[in-house]
């Protein structure tokens, strides 16, 4: 059977991969340390769950409209004022099959052939690929690690072109952590006002933010920004929900019918039961939420003094998700038992197979000097897994 050329072109999200290649070695019996994880490791709080159960017991297992059911969409409304500043009408939001899905709707609906969508690297992986399954040619722009891996108004500036569609903001970020602050939203939103170029906000860590940091909504900061904004945002990181599937979007009223309509003829509605918890996790207690965001701090700060203390590793100080994203480039080049290091692949690689420590290289977020660690896991595996990778880059010569 042939392929469609859209089909050919997919490169399989690299962090699943690895993450699903560790745990088939955990399942093997394998004592592997597993840094790759995109998942908080905290369960789904009890209410949440309870939740859950009430509205299989009420019979709330049928369709619902496709954006999301009333109630759960007057919560995230709710939830937008009152925590970002934002006013939307329930009819503007559009509740899908997590904010994966609700990114793919958005780069479907505003994306065509010919389009520029201006994508800051180091980026998540999923990005590059919904633009180009979108028709689109995404324009990749590094940014630096002396710079907190953030975008400057200087390098958004020299990036648009009269192609210039959309541009992607994902605050805080995956890899890197980086949480952009009101005033550097602001010099970049000065750019864009006024230019009909559409931002794609990407919230999912928004709760997950340290060191007295403020998450900032880049459309918060005008009206003119907010026309042009579609806020994405979810319940799998803030809520350890990963495997109920919710997230959602918040934009203009005909880009939200849009993601709707596009939703209509693919998943519907997202499942009904995982709706019905989420206005809880919305309107719910707040104490697991804090008791998790604790943790985290705590393992980020133990994580990076570890790391720091590895020679030839440097990382700077992440504001916020659950990832360290150091550099290793003093190892390019070195070798490992005669084998040469060209990249953070090959050192994953050889972490992988001779140390049992599982990360993700940064050629899948666009920068191979690099790799992700993720402290989602416990004190005891980072520092177990720490001595391994400090261990084994003592043998690289
Ligand atoms: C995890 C993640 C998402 C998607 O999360 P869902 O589970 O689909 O809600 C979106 N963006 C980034 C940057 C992520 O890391």
Redesign the pocket.
């Given at each position: 059977m042939r392929l469609a050329e859209r089909a050919i072109g997919i490169s399989p999200s690299p962090t699943l991969s690895i993450d699903s290649k560790a745990k088939k070695m955990m399942a093997e019996g394998l004592d592997v340390i597993n840094f790759g994880v995109?998942?908080p490791d905290f369960d789904t709080p009890d209410n949440i769950k309870q939740a859950a159960i009430e509205a299989i017991k009420k019979g709330m297992t049928k369709y619902t409209p496709v954006p999301g059911t009333d109630k759960l969409r007057a919560a995230i409304a709710m939830k937008l004022k009152e925590e970002n500043g934002l006013d939307y009408q329930p009819s503007q939001i559009v509740v899908s099959?997590?904010?994966?899905?609700?990114?793919y709707n958005a780069f479907q609906v505003l994306c065509q052939e010919g389009d520029e969508v201006i994508l800051p690297a180091p980026y998540?992986v999923?990005?590059l690929e919904q633009i180009k399954l979108a028709g689109a040619s995404p324009v990749i722009v590094s940014t630096r690690a002396s710079e907190g891996f953030k975008l400057t108004p200087g390098d958004l500036e020299a990036a648009i072109t009269g192609k210039t569609r959309i541009i992607v903001i994902?605050s805080p970020?995956?890899p890197t952590g980086a949480v952009y602050t009101r005033s550097e939203l602001k010099a970049l939103g000065e750019i864009l006002e006024g230019r009909s170029i559409a931002i794609i906000s990407?919230e999912?860590?928004e709760k997950l933010i340290y060191d007295g940091l403020e998450h900032v909504s880049i459309a918060s900061l005008s009206p003119g920004l907010k026309e042009h904004t579609v806020v994405?945002n979810?319940?799998?990181?803030s809520h350890a929900?990963?495997g109920w599937?919710?997230?959602y979007a918040a934009a203009a009223s005909p880009v939200a019918k849009a993601m709707a309509d596009l939703q209509s003829h693919s998943t519907s509605n997202p499942n009904s039961i995982a709706q019905a918890a989420s206005v809880e996790a919305l309107q719910g207690a707040r104490e697991p939420l804090r008791e998790m965001v604790r943790e985290f701090n705590r393992r980020r700060d133990y994580m990076l003094e570890r790391v720091n203390a590895v020679p030839g590793l440097s990382c700077s100080k992440p504001g916020g998700?659950f990832y360290l994203f150091p550099d290793m480039s003093p190892y390019i080049g070195k070798l490992y038992n005669g084998k040469k290091i060209v990249g953070a692949s090959d050192l994953a690689a050889v972490l992988l197979e001779e140390a049992r420590v599982a990360l993700v290289p940064g050629v899948a977020f666009g920068d191979d000097h690099c790799f992700r660690l993720s402290y989602a896991t416990s004190m005891e595996k980072i520092s177990e897994g720490m001595n391994r990778i400090e261990k084994l880059l003592a043998q690289i010569k």
């Open positions: 995109g998942e099959a997590g904010a994966k899905h609700s990114l998540w999923s990005y994902n970020s995956n990407d999912i860590y994405i979810g319940l799998s990181k929900m990963t599937r919710i997230g998700a």
